[in-house]
Nanobody
Framework: QVQLKESGGGFAQPGGQVVVICTAS????????MGWYRQAPGKRRERVAY???????HFEDFATGRFHIFRDNAENRMSLRMDDLRREDTGVYYC????????????WGRGIQVTVSS
């Protein structure tokens, strides 16, 4: 069983920066893929970015060049630094983890609010 806990987030003005952090606990985390999804009010949840155990990253088009994802396997921690924020980046950001080893599983955090407003 894996638990994911988000921290950070909060409020920023357009053009500002916010960092969201996800800390994982549990077993069989080796080889997992961790990522971030977000859900804006009235919209469907969408993927933002992910990072593999080996550091391979992927960003959706809206995040490319503005968002940066990091992972510390020793600490079971992943962070997303969001720069040059826009109002449309407002939403609840969810941590996601997928186990790809001998044990398969998919887990979600509870989410953390990011609000971009002047």
């Amino acid at each position: 069983q894996v638990q994911l806990k988000e921290s950070g987030g909060g409020f920023a003005q357009p053009g500002g920066q916010v960092v969201v952090i996800c800390t994982a606990s549990g077993s069989d985390l080796s080889g997992s893929v961790m990522g971030w999804y977000r859900q804006a009010p009235g919209k469907r949840r969408e993927r933002v970015a992910y990072i593999t155990w080996y550091g391979i990253t992927h960003f959706e088009d809206f995040a490319t060049g503005r968002f940066h994802i990091f992972r510390d396997n020793a600490e079971n921690r992943m962070s997303l630094r969001m720069d040059d924020l826009r109002r449309e980046d407002t939403g609840v950001y969810y941590c996601h983890l997928e186990q790809l080893g001998q044990v398969k599983g998919e887990y979600w955090g509870r989410g953390i609010q990011v609000t971009v407003s002047s």
